[in-house]
């Protein structure tokens, strides 16, 4: 199931309102914003970047059955998604308001499938079976429930492995964990579960993940013969007991030091990227995920680091069928970033307008024979030159 586009309107029509778009056609909006295998969302700040990415995982909390739709900070709103399911096109639109459903809609390949009508009743066309939901819930997850057919499954398993990981934050650099038990369930659609994602990790994958994660760090810049979990120093002299009773934390042994270096001596470019490799890793070992979220990749890397992080994803993501959105608006990405992978937000007013190569590929392939670099293409605003 992978993510092909989206339309989403927020508050209509009210002053707080805002939606996102794709690139208005022949003066039309309203069109379909669409997405690649591999994703640079690029703006200036305010244009809505971050909330994309938010929109995207709150749909997948709610078609996970993570989230109900009174624990949204938006409760009024209106999605139309498409998605590739194999060969087979699938549209899924839902409109809510006040946390009441008011519309949910299920089309494959053009076909109404699944119909939830002004009254609350839904109905699949294959089926004489009618379902009365209540209000707040989705008849995508009540059917899946009560049928478990294919299509609803895979719309659940979509938004149950959908990650988001805010590289900017501290990524989970001051959370530390207990030990667990074996196969206890923990929540990797955050960005602060390395530890837990780590432990889990070594437990499946054993030393070949622990290697792994080295040669990572290793073209990252940061040369490490060593990566484990232990307490902290700081709480070393405390212990009484067995270590297991106490909060665990990552430390990393790097070639030139001494020492055990634990996740609060770390940089916070050098947490933020062991976090980051850690919890991928673990996800694409693991076949979770079908779609990575990461928000402002890079930050607080220098160049050299975060070429060389962009390197990563995009190789492993071309290794996997995982489908990657990153935000920046940090210029030694956007410099590394191939512009077919970029998608530029223009604000107008209450729109967030999407420009990328799927609908502007004049305009982009000109532009690469003119010979400046990316971030001229953001920075001269040369994306909005008329096809």
């Known amino acids: 199931m992978k993510l092909e586009s989206i339309k989403y309107y927020r508050s209509e029509g009210k002053k707080g309102g805002w939606c996102i778009e794709g690139k208005p056609e022949n003066g039309q909006y309203e069109q379909w914003c669409t997405f690649g295998d591999i994703n640079l969302i690029v703006g200036q700040n305010a244009t809505g970047k971050t909330n994309t990415l938010k929109v995207i995982r709150d749909i997948a909390d709610l078609l996970a ?15 139309e998604m498409e998605f590739l399911y194999h060969d087979q096109k699938i549209i899924y639109a839902l409109k809510f308001k006040k946390a009441k459903v008011l519309e949910e809609k299920l089309f494959v390949d053009g076909k109404l499938f699944l119909n939830r009508d002004n009254n609350g009743v839904g109905k699949l066309s294959d089926s004489n079976i009618e379902f009365k939901p209540t209000e707040n819930k989705l008849l995508a997850l009540i059917i899946r429930d009560a049928l ?31 030990l667990r038990a074996p196969n206890e369930e923990f929540d990797l659609k955050g960005s602060s579960h390395a530890i837990a994602a780590f432990e889990e990790a070594k437990r499946q994958f054993g030393e070949d993940f622990i290697d792994t994660i080295k040669a990572d760090m ?12 232990a307490p902290l120093k700081i709480m070393k002299n405390h212990l009484n007991s067995s270590v297991g009773e106490y909060p665990i934390a990552l430390f990393v042994k790097e070639t030139d030091i001494n020492d055990i270096t634990d996740q609060l001596e770390m940089s916070q470019g050098m947490f933020r990227t062991l976090s980051l490799i850690i919890q991928l890793n673990y996800s694409l070992l693991a076949k979770r995920p079908n779609c990575v979220l990461i928000d402002d990749i890079g930050e607080g890397l220098d160049y050299r680091r975060a070429k ?20 920046t608006n940090d210029r030694f990405v956007m ?12 604000r107008e007013g209450q729109k967030s307008l999407f420009y990328n190569y799927r609908n502007s590929e004049k305009v982009f392939d000109e532009f690469e024979l003119i010979g400046l670099s990316n971030f001229d293409f953001f920075s001269s605003n040369y994306f909005l030159k008329p096809d």
Do not use: C
Request: charged residues 25%; glycine residues 8%; without cysteine.
């Open 65 to 79: 059955g993570d989230d109900e739709l009174s624990e949204l900070v938006y409760d009024t709103a209106r999605y």
């Open 308 to 327: 060389s992080l962009i390197d990563l994803i995009i190789n492993k993501a071309k290794e996997s069928s995982v489908q990657i959105l990153m935000t």
């Open 218 to 229: 290793g073209k990252m810049g940061y040369s490490v013969e060593n990566i484990g979990t």
């Open 335 to 346: 410099n590394k970033m191939p512009l077919e992978y970029w998608s530029l937000i223009k």
């Open 148 to 178: 478990q057919p294919p299509l609803f499954e895979e719309l659940h398993k979509w938004g149950k492995s959908l990650t988001l990981y805010h590289f900017g934050d501290r990524m989970g650099k001051e959370t530390m964990a207990r």
